[in-house]
């Protein structure tokens, strides 16, 4: 089955630094990707929507500079988030959905990142 | 996109079926209801998926009712490990979650 697969699976860093994080669709090549947020005994929340080769959009609330898209490739999607602070620790997920099928096929998501920030 | 309404806990005896049910009274003709779960800290899981007919596979059996406004995932015989926060879903483009239900299977 089609997987996805995010890097790295914990980081912990210091608060001011700029964390990165990778989401690759292994077997399948994916025109959008989606980033997501969840924090503990919540739901995941939709921050934002990859585009390859164009720019990302943004939820509601989401701050574009402090969380920087990018989707150079169809397999690869980066969120990167800028001079983290304690607020930004999360579960961060993304997700993937093959570009061959419709748009009513399932997305698949990979196991997330957990980002803490001291 | 259509919002969803779940219950936020249901409990189920190991061996039995687990029936979850999803209100989407607002759901238009175009949007498909998704299933997914997640196991504690891990990335959601795909379950199923279905436009108007009941559809099966290997995890589960997923009924909606003929109006469209609601649907029951089952898990025919649940086991331990399907203990998880179990998401119904319904959209056209990018996937929202609202609060899911919390299944516990017990022994």
């Known amino acids: 089955g089609a997987v996805v697969s995010q890097h790295p699976s914990w980081v912990i860093c210091k608060s001011g630094t700029s964390v990165k994080i990778e989401c690759r669709s292994l077997?399948?090549?994916?025109?959008?990707m989606f980033w997501y947020r969840q924090f503990p005994k919540q739901s995941l929340m939709l921050m934002a929507t990859?585009?390859?080769?164009?720019?990302?959009?943004?939820e509601q609330g989401v701050e574009k500079d402090k969380f920087l898209i990018n989707h150079a490739s169809l397999t690869l999607s980066t969120l990167t988030v800028t001079s983290a602070h304690p607020e930004d620790s999360s579960f961060y997920i993304c997700?993937?959905?093959?570009?061959?099928?419709?748009?009513?096929?399932?997305?698949?998501f990979g196991d997330g990142t957990r980002l803490s920030i001291l | 996109d259509a919002k969803t309404t779940q219950p936020p806990s249901m409990d189920c005896a190991e061996g039995r079926a687990a029936n979850l049910p999803c209100n989407h009274s607002?759901?238009?003709?175009?949007?498909?209801v998704y299933w997914y779960r997640q196991i504690h800290s891990q990335g959601p899981q795909y379950i199923i998926h279905?436009?108007?007919n009941n559809e099966t596979n290997e995890m589960a059996s997923l009924i909606i009712t003929e109006d469209r406004k609601s649907s029951t995932l089952i898990l025919p015989h649940a086991t331990l490990r399907d203990t998880a926060v179990y998401y119904c879903?319904?959209?056209?483009?990018?996937?929202?979650f609202g609060a899911g239900t919390r299944l516990t299977v017990k022994p």
């Open positions: 077997d399948f090549q994916a025109t959008t």
């Open positions: 990859s585009n390859e080769g164009s720019k990302a959009t943004y």
């Open positions: 997700s993937a959905r093959d570009r061959r099928l419709g748009r009513n096929q399932p997305q698949h």
């Open positions: 879903i319904v959209r056209v483009n990018d996937m929202r």
């Open positions: 607002t759901i238009s003709g175009n949007e498909y």
């Open positions: 279905g436009l108007k």
